[in-house]
T-cell receptor
Framework: GAGVSQTPSNKVTEKGKYVELRCDPI?????LYWYRQSLGQGPEFLIY????????DSGLPNDRFFAVRPEGSVSTLKIQRTERGDSAVYLC???????????FGSGTRLTVV | KNQVEQSPQSLIILEGKNCTLQ??????????LRWYKQDTGRGPVSLTI?????NTKSNGRYTATLDADTKQSSLHITASQLSDSASYIC???????????????????FGPGTSLSVIP
């Protein structure tokens, strides 16, 4: 596609439930990043994929968070046993390589009630 | 510790006026610095990117400067418009080598952003 697509755009879930957030990067972009942005703050790094492999998952806050990119294109961020503190906008970005800019999606706004 | 700081936290200016936003960083090894504009409810959009050897980059009414010695950058907005109201985020990348899978990539560190409001 022309840009990075994230679905759903909004997700409201109950505390303790499981959620999946999807990111469709720009076709051909091998690098994919997930970020989390709380209200009034800059994005916080979660995980970086190079192809199918997670090259850096040091930003995942705990083992309730997990992300996959099985075919090197679409990525899914999975959150188990959601907590109210997980409420944030989850941003995905993709890049051809580090010399070029990252293109961000519009994000998924997750609200845990 | 890799950090990016921005000032001011928020700024209100009259339409048509100029303004300058500041970014200080302690990121090593430095790869590049980007300024992003983020409208409310949208993902960040890139304005400029500068590497170590570049000290200025313009994009329309936006001009970014970089002093790699003092590790400072600024974003100057000329003749502001109401549509410039947004959060402006300074993003600094540090180069990382990963042994497995063998690759290199940029570790991206975001600043907290400056919230700019342009009023008529």
């Amino acid at each position: 596609g022309a840009g990075v697509s994230q679905t759903p755009s909004n997700k409201v879930t109950e505390k303790g439930k499981y959620v999946e957030l999807r990111c469709d990067p720009i076709s051909g972009h091998t690098a994919l990043y997930w970020y989390r942005q709380s209200l009034g703050q800059g994005p916080e790094f979660l995980i970086y994929f190079q192809g199918t492999g997670a090259a850096d998952d040091s930003g995942l806050p705990n083992d309730r968070f997990f992300a996959v990119r099985p075919e090197g294109s679409v990525s899914t961020l999975k959150i188990q046993r959601t907590e109210r503190g997980d409420s944030a906008v989850y941003l995905c970005a993709s890049s051809m390589d580090r010399r070029n800019g990252y293109t961000f999606g519009s994000g998924t706004r997750l609200t845990v009630v | 510790k890799n950090q990016v700081e921005q000032s001011p936290q928020s700024l209100i200016i009259l339409e048509g006026k100029n303004c300058t936003l500041q970014c200080n960083y302690t990121v090593s090894p430095f790869s590049n610095l980007r300024w992003y504009k983020q409208d409310t409810g949208r993902g960040p959009v890139s304005l400029t990117i500068m590497t170590f050897s570049e000290n200025t980059k313009s994009n329309g009414r936006y001009t970014a400067t970089l002093d790699a010695d003092t590790k400072q950058s600024s974003l100057h907005i000329t003749a502001s418009q109401l549509s410039d109201s947004a959060s402006y985020i300074c993003v600094v990348s540090a180069h990382r080598e990963v042994p497995a899978p063998k690759t290199s990539y940029d570790k991206v560190i975001f600043g907290p952003g400056t919230s700019l409001s342009v009023i008529p």
